[in-house]
């Protein structure tokens, strides 16, 4: 089968974490160039060790600031020369508490991580993509429901679907597609943490209660999350744009 990304160039934050890792090994093995763009030097040259591919090259950058921002698109279009996806992946889950006990400058840090970080991606970003780009944003279930204790993270991934949306809206004329991803509790480090935040002494407890919730009764890899990834990434969804897809195993329909 030929290669659904051959030529193309992608930018994924978050690229050294579980679903950003996922996805670039499979960009790669597409056919794409990829620069994958995390706050720590060390876990990104740990990723590029890992997928050890002549298409790959990586920046520090922090998504919350606009000179990262612009940072990681110059770094991008100096090594590959254009931009034509976009995977605004790059997320933190902030602590579990209720509202009236959730640290104000915990908030602050998920909403300038999770939703201003979307926001100066699709400022800087998209206006250096070329014509029929993709752009995914990772929202989560929790960007369609929510979750007691995880106020500020379900503000967040509420917050980027509208930004999607408009987003969605003003690209269309040069044909860049717009679309966020909703992964329900996936098999990585972000759900560990959750589960030991929720409950310090019995964290595998809160992780069956989690598959519980799932029709399929299983947590989702971050490789199923980077199928979705291609899928939006590649031309096959050409025509789809303002969406909201959701990556469960029915947890959202229960």
Known sequence: MMERLRGKVAIITGGAGGIGKATAKLFLHEGAKVVIVDLNKDV???????LDHENLSYCVADVSKATDTKKFVEHTLEVYDKIDIFFANAGIEGTSKPIAEYP?????????????????????????????????????????????????????????????????LENAERKIRVNSIHPGPVNNDMMRRIEKEMDPENPDQVMKGFEATVPFGRYIESSEIADMALFLASDESKFITGCTHVVDGGMLTS
């Open 104 to 168: 104000d400058e915990m908030f602050d840090k998920v909403i300038a991580i999770n939703l201003k970080g979307v926001w100066l991606g699709c400022k800087h970003v998209i206006p250096k993509m070329g014509e029929g780009g993709s752009v995914m944003i990772t929202s989560s279930v929790a960007g369609l429901k929510g979750f007691a204790g995880l106020g500020a993270y379900v503000a967040s991934k509420h917050g980027v679907i509208g930004l999607m949306r408009v987003a969605a």
């Open 44 to 50: 990104l040259e740990k990723a590029s060790l890992e």
